[in-house]
């Protein structure tokens, strides 16, 4: 018999046994409630013999949902303590690899074996942002990413321009994925109980961008020139990118676009007509 591991009795008592004290430092909060876990696994879509790859397995929560799917797991964990606490509660699963390492300095492409692949993962919330945005950077071949994120992030990355929660990582996920928000998840599923409302976020990955970018390097320029300065113009705050007052000018009629405005009331396509008119400068 597979005993669920996410529950509060047995989450307490491998703790206990293993004499697991949960990092802070590490983002540790340990999911208690398979509904959740249920409901991840389900929003991933997953079928058997497919490739996923869970970031911070903690003590197997999750992975023991993702493994029970027939999905092809890997876990990326960073904690050498729960390495054996792993060892043990994933025993029962063949289907599971966990790998010892920082998922921001590993090469995924090649732990995934250069092979499309989707990411399920509860994140450890002080580097959620940095996490998501090298995935999505890296260009690897993500099909969808399902992450547990703060409620707070998760409708950044879903925001509209002209709302108080739009910004860089909006225009990122938005360019990169279709994003939404799959449920919200109370803290007593955790433990420990963190302070906040979490979000479970499905990102299914774009085959090309929503709008035509010339250069994509220019584009991301433009966008985080956009966020710099919040309450300055489009026109001042571009300055941050070192290009001349007489640049910008030209750039934004070339774009026809009213450098009067700010920046965070700006959709995809404007940054693009932006970026467009900079990269024929
Ligand atoms: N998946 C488990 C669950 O849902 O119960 C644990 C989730 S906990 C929020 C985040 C996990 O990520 C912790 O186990 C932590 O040790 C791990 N972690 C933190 N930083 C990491 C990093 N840079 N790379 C890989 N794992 C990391």
Request: proline residues 6%; aromatic residues 6%.
């Amino acid at each position: 018999l597979e005993s669920v591991i996410a529950s509060p009795e047995v989450v307490h008592y491998i703790c206990k046994r293993f004499d697991i004290k949960m990092s802070k430092k590490l983002g540790q909060n340990f999911l208690i409630k398979r509904g959740i876990v249920d409901e991840i696994v389900h929003a991933a879509d997953l079928t058997p013999g497919e490739p996923v790859l869970e970031v911070g397995p903690g003590i197997g929560t999750l992975t023991q949902g993702l493994a029970q799917s027939g999905a092809d797991v890997t876990a990326i964990e960073l904690d050498r303590r729960l390495l054996e606490v792993l060892d043990t509660t994933l025993a029962p699963y063949n289907n599971v690899r966990i790998v010892h390492g920082d998922v921001l300095k590993l090469d995924v492409a090649a732990i995934m074996n250069h092979k499309p692949f989707k990411v399920v993962a509860n994140l450890p919330y002080y580097i959620t942002t940095p996490i998501i945005m090298s995935l999505l950077e890296s260009k690897l071949p993500i099909e969808r990413l399902v992450v547990m994120v703060q409620k707070e992030v998760a409708l950044r990355m879903v925001a509209k321009p002209g709302t108080k929660d739009y910004g860089a990582l909006s225009v990122a996920v938005q360019y990169y994925t279709e994003p939404d928000i799959v449920l919200d998840v109370p803290p007593k599923s955790f433990l420990p109980v963190p302070a906040v409302t979490s979000s479970v976020i499905r990102c299914v990955l774009r085959d090309k961008p929503p709008v035509n970018v010339a250069d994509e390097r220019l584009f991301f320029r433009v966008v985080k020139a956009g966020f710099a300065q919040r309450r300055k113009t489009f026109a001042n705050t571009m300055r941050t990118t070192g290009l001349s007052k007489e640049q910008i000018e030209e750039i934004l009629s070339k774009a026809g676009i009213d450098g009067r405005r700010r920046g965070e009331t700006f959709s995809l396509q404007e940054f693009a007509d932006v970026a467009n008119a900079w990269a024929e400068l």
